[in-house]
């Protein structure tokens, strides 16, 4: 599970993940963002199960309901509700 986190480094540490992942980022977030090509050619070229999704309007931290200036209600819950998707499914494997 990754929430607007940055990739592993090296990249290749990709390889050693043993379980599905999902990435959810937003989509203001330039920083995080810059690296995230690599980051889904490195689950392709390991044959990872992954899922990303990008909010459109958030910035970065954009779940963190204490900080007024970056919380997106919308963006979090929809966040939240595909968190509680992705552990339902990865986890009643």
Known sequence: M????????????VAGIKGPV?????????????????LVEAMVKYE???EMRIYPGAPHAFFNDTNPVNYREVAA???WDQ???FFTRSLTQ
């Open 22 to 38: 999902l990435g959810i980022y937003g989509g203001l977030d330039r920083r995080i963002n810059a690296g995230l090509s690599e």
């Open 48 to 50: 990872k199960d992954f």
């Open 83 to 85: 968190t509680l998707r």
């Open 2 to 13: 990754i929430f607007y986190g940055e990739n592993p480094s090296p990249i290749d540490r």
């Open 77 to 79: 819950k929809q966040a």
